[in-house]
């Protein structure tokens, strides 16, 4: 089989706060697909990390009384804990204070001066530190900058990116690749601004010091977001395009961003690529705004959620459930705890938690502990099988385009269509009739139940193994590669004693 390869990346978060949901859950999309590319025989390079520079975080830093480095240091940790708790299985983790970063951006920067893309000339402009952006006087309003950040004035030597050179190729690309930026909504939106028309794009600083020196004139520093974004090629090894890794991994599949900051990556980021003679990713995607019962998120209204503590509260996997199923990805989502108790109730415990408590414990109960023997199979539960392993086609074009909550919702088509099948065969009726029809329909669902478990380790990986344990799968047989009818549950293969997966969520 030939090799296959997939990069997927996360933004890069700054560090100058503790992880909320709103990081939880771009990292969390990403690791979705990652998992789903792995189990579908792609070798995945999977990246997150933190965003160490600029002034934002030299000013946290400050008011943290400590040194930018050592900040840096302590709050990356956080980071990386979340993903610990969370499970994510991203196999790298930048911090754009390593030395492989300082490295690759310098070298972009130095690629960027060759080609003639970079000239010294002079800012004046207003500046939003919050925003680490530039605006107009005709952006602002009210004398604050459109997104509401304290804007101020700045009049200083900086380099710049010709970026006005690069409007017509860029559209020119986005016609070329009509899957480049999604959802559609978003794509529009930048296309727009792009016509709107570009200017050239001021990319250094000489009002703060803690960032990387523009080579040859440390007077300056590298503006945050040329120097963020190289992080995607820094971790598969630029400046080397000729490594191994290199060579695999880029162009990068799938930059995932929030809405947020789909400029950056689908403006700036390509042209600083083509610039610098190398490929654009293949994707972004910008995905929603999480509120939280209604309200903005914000650290003044004092209502930021911890994902940590929603696990603590909730488990994780009807945490990583909830997030990807409640709001149709690439919308804007609202989290409230109703809504999470009504989907755990509701789509774990009584769907698929009662269907495999129900069939599992029959079976161990009244097939001797095994996978129940089968007889010819009917019309029906030969339908229940194909739809079951049919799935993987759907799943894999829906996820190609980073639909979740579709994904989701065909995997709980088949979990509504085996209850149903199950209520309709009566097993439980059977067992007083015809024990080798009893027999049939309990091996019908557990088999039904593997593919679900196949395909549900990627949305939840812990209870997908409990579901895949129970049912003595082989470890090694829990990729997509085994889920045809070759690797059926094996007649007589010992069952787990049964126990809930998924508890009844109850309020104290
Ligand atoms: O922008 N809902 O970092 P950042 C959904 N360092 N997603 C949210 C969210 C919310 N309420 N709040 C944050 C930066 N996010 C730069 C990126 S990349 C080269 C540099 C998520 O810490 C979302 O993914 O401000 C958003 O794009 C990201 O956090 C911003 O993280």
Redesign the pocket.
């Known amino acids: 089989m030939s090799e296959k390869f997939y990069y997927i990346t996360?933004?890069?978060?700054?560090v100058n706060?503790k992880p909320?949901?709103?990081?939880a859950?771009?990292t969390l999309a990403s690791d979705v697909l990652a998992r789903f590319m792995r189990l579908d025989g792609y070798q995945v390079k999977f990246l997150t990390g933190t965003?160490e520079h600029g002034q934002k975080v030299e000013q946290a830093a400050k008011t943290a009384g400590m040194a930018p480095q050592d900040f840096v240091d302590k709050v990356s940790q956080n980071f990386r804990a979340l993903g610990d708790i969370l499970k994510f299985s991203n196999n790298d983790f930048i911090r754009t204070t390593e030395e492989r970063h300082k490295k690759s951006a310098t070298a972009l920067w130095n690629k960027l001066v060759e080609k003639g893309d970079i000239y010294l000339g002079k800012y004046a402009g207003w500046y939003a530190v919050r925003d680490e952006t530039f605006y107009l006087e005709t952006d602002l309003k009210d004398g604050k900058a459109p997104t509401g950040a304290d804007v101020e004035w700045v009049e200083e030597p900086s380099y710049f990116f010709r970026l006005s050179k690069w409007q017509d190729k860029l559209l020119a690309f986005y016609e070329e690749h009509p899957d480049f930026i999604a959802p559609t909504s978003r794509r529009n939106e930048v296309i727009s601004f792009v016509k709107s028309g570009l200017r050239d794009l001021s990319v250094s600083r000489t009002s703060f010091k803690w960032g990387i020196p523009v080579p040859n004139d440390p007077d300056h520093i590298m503006y945050v977001?040329i120097e963020?974004?190289s992080?995607?090629i820094t971790a598969v090894g630029y400046p080397d395009e000729l490594s191994d890794t290199f060579q695999k991994f880029w162009p990068c599949d799938l930059h995932?961003?929030?809405?947020?900051?789909v400029k950056?990556?689908a403006v700036y980021w390509p042209a600083f690529l083509m610039a610098a003679g190398l490929q654009p990713p293949k994707r972004i995607f910008a995905?929603?705004?999480?509120?939280n019962e209604g309200q903005k998120?914000s650290k003044s209204l004092g209502n930021v959620i911890d994902p940590i503590n929603l696990v603590e509260t909730y488990g994780l996997d009807p945490v990583r459930y909830f997030l990807l199923r409640e709001v149709p990805f690439g919308s804007d989502g609202d989290f409230s705890k109703t809504a999470i108790i009504q989907r755990l109730n509701s789509n774990l415990a009584n769907d698929l938690g009662n269907l495999i408590q129900r069939t599992a414990s029959m079976a161990y109960k009244n097939c001797e502990g095994m996978i129940p023997h089968f007889q010819e199979f009917t019309q029906e539960d030969l339908d229940l099988l194909y739809e079951a392993s049919n799935a993987l086609k759907s799943l894999r074009s829906l996820l190609q385009e980073q639909l979740f909550h579709k994904a989701l919702d065909v995997l709980w088509t088949i979990i509504g269509n085996a209850n149903r099948y199950i209520d309709h065969q009566a097993p439980w009726s059977l067992k007083k009739t015809d024990t080798q029809r009893m027999g049939t329909v309990l091996y019908v669902v557990l088999e039904v139940t593997r593919h679900l478990g196949l395909y549900l380790q990627a949305f939840m990986p812990d209870s997908a193994t409990k579901i895949l344990d129970l049912l003595g799968v082989p470890e090694d047989q829990r990729t997509f590669a085994y889920g045809g009818c070759d690797f059926s549950l094996k007649a007589g293969t010992q069952l787990q004693e049964p126990t809930p997966i998924f508890p009844r969520y109850v309020e104290n």
């Open positions: 996360t933004p890069i978060y700054y706060d909320h949901i709103g990081h859950y771009t965003d977001w963020a974004l992080n995607y995932m961003v929030g809405k947020d900051i950056f990556h995905h929603g705004w999480w509120t998120i």
